[in-house]
């Protein structure tokens, strides 16, 4: 049954067992797919699927596509499809590297510092409403220290570049 789902799949990708379809494949897109670690030239480009078939489909059939189609002994089974942006670049013996860069990854990262920002903005809100803030508000005008800053969405990964050491200005 899974040998079905896979014909279907590529003829919704319009993908021929002959076909490499290098010419779809352009610089720059983000892609749906499997990255293969090679250890000399890091992540590549392994197989993709469009994001139609990806929800038209079972994640686990799709998996199975992506890993027969892979054509790498690399591919585990334990491999999910990850967002990936791709990369061409050309080496000094005229052979193109199709790497990928995982947009997954990063999505993540922002996500759980965005949750962690938003219990932050939580506390403060709780604690504006505290009936000691609103006393010292309406005296001296303003909120007490802790709860003058209110965290939001410029600054939130600047915690991420402390923690690992990043400069990125």
């Not at 480009?45 to 890993?67: P, Q």
């Not at 504006?128 to 709860?147: C, D, F, K, V, W």
């Not at 965290?151 to 690992?164: E, I, Q, Y």
Request: charged share 25%; net charge positive; hydrophobic share 35%.
């Amino acid at each position: 049954m899974a040998e079905n789902y896979d014909d279907e799949i590529a003829n919704d990708e319009q993908i021929k067992y002959y076909d490499v379809h290098e010419s779809q494949i352009v610089d720059g897109n983000t892609y749906i797919g499997l990255p293969i670690y090679e250890p000399t030239n890091g992540l590549l480009f392994g197989c993709h699927v469009s994001a139609k078939s990806f929800y038209k489909y079972n994640l686990e059939t799709v998996c199975e596509f992506l890993r027969d189609w892979s054509c790498s002994h690399l591919v585990s089974d334990a491999d999910s499809p990850e967002i990936m942006k791709l990369v061409k670049t050309k080496t000094p013996g005229g052979f193109t590297v199709y790497s990928v860069i995982l947009k997954t990854h990063w999505l993540r990262l922002v996500q759980r510092v965005w949750r962690r920002t938003l219990e932050d903005r939580r506390k403060v809100i709780y604690g504006r409403a505290s009936p000691r803030n609103m006393y010292i508000r309406e005296t001296t005008g303003s909120h007490l220290p802790q709860y003058r800053i209110m965290p939001g969405l410029r600054g939130c990964l600047r915690t991420l570049c402390k923690k690992n050491n990043i400069d990125i200005w």
